[in-house]
């Protein structure tokens, strides 16, 4: 089967949500919802190693459709498995995933004299090459579904990938980050452009093979100042949404919904709705309310909901979910309900379906 040979959406709400139509709920899907919250992840996953997971079509798309299978019914998209940091993986620099700490990098940018460095700016990266695999996951996992629900790829923001390269993994400072925008801005601001140009690629491949809408995620993005993010952050992720468009016409392509989280960036919302993007993903930091407020209908809005309500009681669920569905007006236009972040470790899986059964009972009316 060739990647334009797909079984046509049976369930397409998020996709007309996306583009801002009036629509009879509010698509649902949550951030990490593909993941080790769930024991038939582990399963699936066994002995191997994360990045493996990431490597292997058939195991990325087997852990992508758990939870479309899990909530069928309930959920409104598959996101596909596999993580931001194939990007610099893409670029030469070995990433791996340690058990109970997360992603690490045996050898991170130390500053723009030490070799590797310039080994990363000079080298010609084949994204198509690089990250075939990627891809193979996307096309394997839209045969999969048979039309369902749409399928979302997605990439890391071009800040968020340079802070985990010159850190050398998750941090709590920031201070190597902070080092090098600083300190060697005309630097940092060529990777960033360099991050940013692979993005572009990358997402349309993800397109060719399959994908129907984008994310951006900008994790990082609460360690920068407003002056900061304005300089370090945005004009990267505007090239993103300026250039994919033009890409995906030269491939052939349709246009897609793109969509950006800048997890933290609470100052930049007015901002971000101005970058070209048709989505706007929201942390548990904004209040729904006042966030529409600035969106002004500009972009349509995602979120945004604690993910630690989901340790909470059903009731206290319930009473966020009401919040959440009248902050956002109600659901008919302009909201994707999903989580201000990722679900996080040791969620009960039944409590997320609550959480799923909740905003179909309260804004499906």
Request: net charge negative; glycine share 8%; charged share 25%.
């Amino acid at each position: 089967m060739k990647p334009n040979d797909f079984e046509p959406l049976s369930n397409d709400l998020l996709i007309r949500t996306a583009r801002g139509e009036q629509v009879e709920r509010p698509p649902i899907w949550v951030m990490r919802q593909a993941g080790r919250y769930l024991p038939e992840y582990h399963e699936a996953k066994g002995q191997r190693d994360f990045f493996e997971c990431c490597r292997s079509p058939e195991i990325a798309s087997t852990l992508t459709l758990q939870p479309v299978e899990r909530y069928a019914g309930l959920i409104d998209a598959a996101i596909i498995f596999s993580d931001i940091l194939v990007i610099p993986q893409a670029m030469g620099m070995v990433v791996e995933m340690v058990d109970k700490k997360g992603p690490h990098f045996p050898e991170p940018l130390k500053h723009p004299d030490d070799g590797q460095f310039g080994r990363v700016m000079a080298k010609e990266v084949d994204v198509m090459e690089e990250l075939d695999y990627v891809y193979k996951a996307i096309t394997l996992t839209r045969q999969k579904l048979k039309g369902r629900v749409p399928l979302i790829g997605f990439c890391g923001a071009p800040w968020t990938l340079l802070s985990y390269m010159v850190e050398g993994g998750g941090s709590k400072l920031f201070i190597q980050a902070k080092t090098w925008i600083y300190r060697y801005s005309s630097e940092s601001k060529a990777l960033l452009q360099k991050i940013a140009e692979l993005c572009v690629e990358y997402l349309a491949q993800q397109v060719v093979a399959g994908a129907q809408l984008i994310q951006v995620f900008d994790s990082w993005a609460a360690e920068l100042s407003p002056s900061a993010f304005h300089q370090f952050s945005l004009p990267y992720l505007k090239i993103i949404s300026t250039n994919l468009p033009k890409r995906l016409e030269q491939l052939g392509q349709d246009r897609v919904p793109m969509t950006v989280f800048a997890k933290g960036a609470w100052y930049a919302l007015d901002a971000l709705c101005d970058s070209g993007y048709d989505v706007v993903g929201l942390d548990w930091l904004h209040d729904p309310a006042e966030a529409l407020k600035i969106a002004k209908r500009r972009v349509v809005l995602q979120g945004n909901a604690d993910p630690g309500i989901l340790y909470g009681r059903r009731d206290v669920i319930t009473a966020e979910v009401e919040k959440m569905v009248r902050g956002f007006g109600g659901g008919k236009q302009g909201w994707i309900a999903n989580l201000g972040h990722g679900i996080t470790p040791f969620v009960n899986p039944d409590d997320l379906k609550f959480y799923f059964e909740e905003i179909h009972r309260v804004a499906g009316g």
